[in-house]
């Protein structure tokens, strides 16, 4: 079965950084690109970031283009997600998803929460 | 940068109702449309790829038509397991992004 778990989320400053990771399971991991993508409190599904399988390309949102960066650790079957210079509209639960056109399957997602 | 339209933004049907949601692109994106369904509290799941393909284990009433610009998902029978919010998102190869439609709120009359 193919999982994805998500961590690192949590309450920080505007201003401040924090890292998201995502563990992978159940399919080869260096064989896909992934993806992040972000949902605000009550508000619809936002694309933020890819990766391709090897991490040789990445794509960001022009939202966080300069700000978050997008990495892998295929030894470690491991995506991240390196934020900084966080905003309050940087809130929205983050979600690691398996893929770079359609996502499938997505994690059950980590808060963060950016305020003062 | 491309805009998907997506309509309703909410819908209120009868079970066993056919239910349908639109969404139109800003510009050809051939077949490049993707369903997803997403339950309360939880995250969303991949129903239909690429327009019309229905993802492995996904009930055979969800289905998916268009090309261009113009794109349709439908419930042929609406289930009361069916209440979510229902997103389209599409795909752009350059530069290399994806877009959601702002979702449509599917609930029970």
Redesign the interface.
């Given at each position: 079965e193919v999982q994805l778990l998500e961590s690192g989320g949590g309450l920080v400053q505007p201003g401040g950084s924090l890292r998201l990771s995502c563990v992978a399971s159940g399919f080869t991991f260096g064989s896909y690109a992934m993806?992040w993508?972000r949902q605000a409190p009550g508000k619809?599904?936002?694309?933020v970031s890819?990766i391709s399988d090897r991490g040789g390309?990445r794509?960001y949102?022009d939202s966080v283009k300069g700000r978050f960066t997008i990495s892998r650790d295929n030894s470690k079957k491991t995506l991240y997600l390196q934020m900084s210079s966080l905003r309050a509209e940087d809130t929205a639960v983050y979600?690691c998803a398996k893929g770079?056109?359609?996502?499938?399957?997505?994690?059950?997602?980590t808060l963060v929460t950016v305020s003062s | 940068d491309i805009q998907m339209t997506q309509s309703p933004s909410s819908l209120s049907a009868s079970v066993g109702d056919r239910v349908t949601i639109t969404c139109q692109a800003s510009q050809d994106i051939s077949n490049y449309i993707n369903w997803y369904q997403q339950k309360p509290g939880k995250a969303p799941e991949l129903l239909i790829y690429d327009a019309s393909n229905l993802e492995f284990g996904v009930p055979a009433r969800f289905s998916g038509s268009g090309s261009g610009t113009v794109f349709t998902f439908t419930i042929s029978s609406l289930r009361p397991e069916d209440v979510a919010t229902y997103y389209c998102q599409q795909y752009d190869n350059v530069p290399p992004k994806a877009t959601f439609g702002g979702g449509t709120k599917v609930e029970i009359k």
């Open positions: 993806s993508v619809g599904l936002e694309w890819s390309s794509y949102a979600y770079r056109r359609f996502f499938a399957p997505w994690g059950q997602g | -």
